[in-house]
């Protein structure tokens, strides 16, 4: 930071915020951005093992996604952001990765075990594994994201 050198993040905008912090207020920055740091790293850690476990166990979505990325990128460069519009299979991987394994940090349930009633609102027993919503819910299927289109790959992601 006192380079100039540092990026933009949490830690750096608690010690600008808080240049001489009492020590409750510096231990309360370092818990807060260790957990953001520590929250970050464990869902990207998850998500790229369950990724490699969802291809590893359904290796057509691999070869399906590896064809995406051939046509859409080529062999001579990585992905980058402009190029998610034109990859919809990859994102329904994400988004089915999301419903198929959801990451939760520390383990913290998120989800009711059973169906509720909160405040008038109704909050059913899991819902991203609800068999009327996600046929076959145990099963990765990135294609239940996508419809059929005329375009580049004849399907588009669902929005």
Not at 75 to 95: C, Q, T, V
Not at 101 to 115: A, K, M, Q, T, Y
């Amino acid at each position: 930071m006192t380079s100039g050198t540092a990026r933009p993040c949490i830690a750096a905008d608690l010690m600008e915020s808080q240049p001489d912090p009492s020590p409750e207020q510096e231990l309360c920055g370092k818990a807060v951005s260790a957990v953001a740091y520590a929250g970050g790293r464990d869902t990207s850690v998850a998500s790229t093992l369950y990724a490699l476990a969802a291809i590893c166990i359904h290796p057509d979505v691999q070869i399906q996604a590896q064809k995406e990325l051939d046509r859409v990128v080529g062999p001579g460069r990585l992905p980058e952001f402009g190029d998610r519009d034109r990859l919809p299979y990859i994102n329904a991987m994400i988004k089915e990765l999301s419903r198929w394994r959801p990451i939760l940090p520390c383990g913290v349930p998120h989800c009711s075990s059973e169906d509720d009633v909160y405040k008038g609102y109704f909050i059913p027993k899991s819902i991203l594994h609800d068999a009327e919503i996600y046929p076959d819910p145990e099963a990765f299927k990135p294609e239940r994201w996508l419809m059929e289109d005329d375009v580049e790959g004849g399907y588009r992601l669902n929005p």
